[in-house]
């Protein structure tokens, strides 16, 4: 089974500072790991993909994400914070091997990021 | 540009009706999913398809069907609304040979009432 975790509904940061958003997942197999980013009354927007190789993965946007094997944690991560980087972060899992659900998603319960001027 | 489209983007219906979203893709992907976002849950899986004329359930498929005629559109069909499917519904479609990412719709906010 897969599963993700978002541990915090709600993250608040200063403009300029750094932010984390942090995930946690589980597959039986190797991950492909995904952040989206939701507007208000959009749709979800692709921010970046661990599939394989380099740990560190950079997106759009000024946002990053270090996969951890070890501590199966994929925390999306941006140095300087943005008023407009509020909005609704989804991290979300895929086991490489599994066919089922027609590679669907399994998506964490999402973290709402509000950066205050 | 290629892109996927949702209709209506909002709607309100009562208990008991039938109801159809509509879901169209110009990336000619093969692989089509039905999500629902609640509050507290994120997105869910509804319905998937690896291509025409195949569709599958996925995690919360009661009261939900699809079809699928052609690579482009995945309708969803809820054969009788009741209150708790009031919510937003997402399409998304995805190119399994490349591995890329899925691709999401705009999203429908169906009201049951």
């Known amino acids: 089974a897969q599963s993700v975790a978002q541990p915090e509904d709600q993250v608040n940061v200063a403009e300029g500072n750094p932010l984390t958003v942090k995930c946690t997942y589980s597959?039986?197999?190797?991950?492909?790991l995904f952040w989206y980013v939701q507007y208000p009354n959009r749709g979800l927007q692709f921010l970046l993909k661990?599939?394989?190789?380099?740990?560190l993965v950079k997106g759009s946007y000024g946002f990053e994400a270090e996969f951890n094997k070890s501590q199966t944690s994929f925390h999306l991560k941006k140095p300087s914070a943005l008023v407009s980087d509020s909005a609704l972060y989804f991290c979300?899992?895929?086991?490489?091997?599994?066919?089922?659900?027609?590679?669907?998603?399994?998506f964490g319960k999402g973290t709402s990021l509000l950066v205050t001027p | 540009d290629a892109e996927i489209t949702q209709s209506p983007r909002h709607k309100i219906t009562e208990t008991g009706r039938q109801v159809t979203l509509a879901c169209h893709q110009t990336?000619?992907?093969?692989?089509m999913f039905w999500y629902r976002q609640d509050l507290g849950h994120g997105l869910r899986l509804i319905h998937y398809?690896?291509?025409?004329?195949?569709?599958n359930k996925g995690e919360v498929s009661d009261g939900y069907s699809v079809s699928r005629s052609n690579t482009e559109d995945l309708p969803l069909t809820l054969e009788s609304a009741a209150s708790s499917q009031t919510s937003v519904y997402f399409c998304?479609?995805?190119?399994?040979?490349?591995?890329?990412?899925?691709?999401f719709g705009p999203g429908t906010r169906l009201t049951v009432t």
């Open positions: 979300a899992v895929r086991d490489m091997k599994d066919s089922n659900s027609g590679y669907a998603l399994n």
């Open positions: 597959v039986s197999g190797n991950p492909y």
């Open positions: 661990y599939i394989t190789g380099d740990n």
């Open positions: 990336w000619n992907h093969n692989n």
């Open positions: 398809s690896y291509g025409v004329q195949d569709t």
């Open positions: 998304a479609s995805y190119r399994l040979a490349d591995l890329r990412e899925q691709y």
